[in-house]
């Protein structure tokens, strides 16, 4: 261990001019950074890294000042065994930020201190927790002699691998994560041409698992870690990170990701994954895209005390004080890039329709659990309207049992009502259609008050067809015989054999929606589900599942997943520079979802397109949202603009109407739309470009 000393008076004047300053950064620094954390950053600073006395020791002083001159050193010097006097010289850094993390001479990951994060702009660039290099050794050797990553792939107490997720998938997650690292063209157009091949690994369900283990597989840090040891800061850190121009910010609080509840910091992981579906399905340039996750602590167990967590260990901050931490994330990145998008995802559900609210009606910004799946959703029930032969209108006549009132469940459930009252229904008639259960059972007036006002409107009365409050849901299917369930409980397997058997029983086309994620927390499976329902529902889950079959029929399992939307949702927003993200556009991108279906598919019981055209969906979504933005007057790029005017002047704004699911040829036109043609022509396409050398402070 170094010891560390102040620096004294005489050393300092004894040593030569370029030393001086050397050292005086770092007093500076060191003071500056010791005034911050007592003037109202309290903690921003963590205790312990050296910060308190320049990072020199007195041989390493006395290294420095008998070195005859700077100038001449070499940079690399062979650094001997301990203790080496010239163990201590510093190995000069040229750059500043990204570039030092990229440097593998320099490099040292999570094992820079505070200081050096200062020092060299890297603040925000790396998860809060610091490691020593022995920490990092004994991670090394972990995987060099056991395979630790193997192990745990095959690890039968894992829960996703003893529930079926294959160690090939994580294998080809790594291999695949190990070429974005080095070649993002490559990585992007592999991935957008085996997309529906490859969405299950850099997507749900292998993301879940590179989540529930993103510490254990930390190599190369992407995006941005805010924490709330950052507050007072933020704003100065977003300025580490390398460029002005960032279109799209995808954030978490990593409080509930995906239905594996508090994963802390290591939600990052899911800010990366739907990052990675904006550039391959939508077309966003991938050094204007930025991952981020704003770390307050957790409150899972397990991470706190697993050693190789990078998260700060400590309870989450709540309340108040959490909403100012993620105010401020807002304001810092709106500062340095004032006209980008922020996708909200997988905050908890508590917070999740706080924050929406909160910055909806002033920042470009959506939330991908409540709205995105929400959009999604209704495309599913639109196109399965279609596949029966019955007009989008007879939503308001459908009977919904929903299991789960989180902010995607109430976020579906709310939309869907909308969608009622735009075909007619009164506000009402429309909640009447839904039984919603949580985890204590059906809800009913006699726990109204338990629950939020959004969610109270759905309570039963307290004698509803004999249902007490709290009924399971085999009871209430059995007496409701709905049309569609719907799962967004991320509780697994709770649809038994006996409840999709009532909910055949009750409807000859049943919509079966499973949409919880990852596939294991899915409410039934696909194969379940074509069981017991005979064959004659129509599947939909969150995460992929292989078709099903019965009888020797192939029954489609559709994927209910907002990948559907939220690419196309902030493409279009984008495109257009919207100042807002409008329920009015929202409803536009469920429209074009369910009509890019062609009705020999839903014939045969698809009821979302095929993943390997995604940038066409993503495309039909985005022209939709900016024509929807354009009316509204949220539309501001005049280039776009012109674009959706011509458009209109074409085509008209009646893109998508009820119960028209596109065939094929009109389909054709409809792609061939200038809107259309205009958007594909925005995206990006991953190729090799020609590359030229530009000097530093040319074209800056
Ligand atoms: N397919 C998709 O595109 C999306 C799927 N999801 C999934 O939805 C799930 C829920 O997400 P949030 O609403 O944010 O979570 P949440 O934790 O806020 O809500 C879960 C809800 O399910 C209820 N619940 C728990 N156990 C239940 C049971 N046995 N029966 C009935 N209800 C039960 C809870 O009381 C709560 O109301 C997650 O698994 C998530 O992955 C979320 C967003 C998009
Ligand atoms: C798909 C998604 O956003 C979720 O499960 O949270
Ligand atoms: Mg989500």
Not at 660 to 683: H, I, P, Q
Request: charged share 25%; net charge negative.
């Amino acid at each position: 261990m170094i010891r560390l000393a102040r620096v004294s008076s005489a050393s300092f004047k004894s040593s030569r001019p370029a030393l001086v300053d050397l050292l005086r950064n770092r007093i500076v620094l060191a003071s500056r950074a010791r005034a911050l954390s007592t003037a109202g950053a309290p903690g921003s600073i963590p205790e312990g890294d050296g910060i308190d006395g320049p990072l020199i020791s007195d041989k390493g002083l006395q290294a420095i000042e008998a070195t005859s001159s700077l100038k001449n050193e070499p940079r690399w010097r062979y650094h001997r065994g301990v203790p080496d006097l010239r163990q201590e010289l510093p190995t000069y850094v040229r750059d500043l930020g990204k570039p030092v993390l990229a440097d593998p001479l320099v490099n040292k990951g999570t094992a820079f201190l505070w200081s050096e994060r200062e020092r060299f702009h890297l603040r925000g660039l790396l998860p809060a927790r610091m490691v020593t290099m022995e920490e990092q050794t004994a991670k090394v050797l972990e995987e060099y002699r056991e395979g630790a990553w193997d192990k745990a792939a095959r690890d039968p107490n894992d829960e996703m691998v003893s529930a079926g997720l294959t160690p090939d998938n994580i294998r080809k997650w790594e291999y695949l994560t190990g070429i974005q690292g080095q070649n993002e063209t490559l990585y992007y157009r592999v991935l957008m041409d085996n997309f529906a091949e490859m969405a299950s690994v850099v997507y749900t369900p292998t993301v879940g698992w590179a989540c529930l283990n993103f510490s254990r597989m930390f190599r190369v840090a992407r995006g941005m870690y805010f924490s709330s040891r950052d507050k007072g800061h933020m704003v100065s850190i977003a300025y580490n990170w390398p460029s002005h121009e960032v279109d799209a910010i995808v954030v978490t609080d990593g409080s509930r990701i995906l239905g594996l509840g508090d994963l802390g910091m290591n939600g990052m992981g899911i800010s990366i994954g739907k990052l990675d579906l904006y550039v391959a399905a939508a077309g966003f340039h991938p050094a204007r895209v930025l991952p981020c996750v704003i770390d307050v602590g957790t409150n899972n167990p397990k991470l706190r005390k697993d050693k190789s967590y990078l998260g700060l260990n400590q309870p989450r901050i709540e309340g108040d004080e959490y909403l100012q931490v993620v105010d401020e994330f807002v304001a810092a990145v709106k500062a340095r890039w004032p006209n980008v998008l922020i996708q909200f995802e997988d905050f908890r559900t508590e917070y999740a329709y706080k924050l929406l609210e909160r910055y909806r009606y002033d920042h470009l910004c959506f939330n991908d659990d409540i709205q995105g799946t929400a959009a999604t959703a209704l495309a599913g029930i639109y196109a399965g309207l279609a596949a029966i032969g019955k007009p989008y209108s007879d939503i308001r006549h459908m009977r919904f049992v929903v299991c789960g009132a989180g902010s995607a469940g109430m976020g579906v459930i709310q939309w869907l009502c909308k969608a009622m009252e735009k075909h007619g229904a009164d506000h009402d008639e429309a909640a009447r259609n839904f039984w919603i259960l949580d985890a204590d059972g059906l809800l009913t007036e006699a726990r109204v008050s338990s629950v939020d006002k959004l969610t109270q409107r759905f309570a039963r009365p307290a004698a509803d067809g004999e249902m007490a409050d709290g009924a399971g849901v085999e009871e209430v299917v059995t007496k409701v015989r709905p049309d569609v369930l719907l799962g967004l409980s991320g509780a697994g397997r709770i649809w038994s054999p006996k409840t999709i058997e009532a909910l055949a029983e009750g409807t000859e086309r049943p919509l079966i929606f499973p949409m919880s994620n990852p596939s294991h927390k899915s409410e039934c499976s696909a194969e379940d589900a074509a069981k017991y329902a005979k064959g004659r529902g129509i599947f939909a889950s969150g995460s992929p599942f292989e078709d099903a079959a019965f009888d020797g029929k192939v029954l489609p399992s559709n994927q209910s997943n907002n990948l559907y939307v939220f690419p196309g949702l902030a493409l279009g927003a984008k495109l257009c520079q919207a100042t807002l993200v409008t329920d009015g556009m929202i409803m536009a991108a469920s429209e074009a979802l369910a009509a890019c279906n062609r009705p020999e598919d839903l014939a045969k019981g698809r009821i979302y397109p095929g993943l390997s055209d995604v940038r066409s969906i993503s495309a039909r979504v985005a022209a939709a949202v900016m024509k929807q933005a354009h009316l509204e007057g949220v539309a501001t790029r005049k280039e776009a603009i012109a674009a959706i005017e011509k458009d209109l002047r074409a085509f008209g704004d009646d893109t998508e109407q009820d119960g028209d699911a596109r065939d094929s040829e009109e389909g054709e036109d409809d792609m061939k739309t200038f809107l259309y043609k205009y958007v594909l022509n925005e995206m990006y396409f991953p190729v090799y470009t020609p590359l030229a050398y530009v000097p530093r402070g040319v074209l800056e």
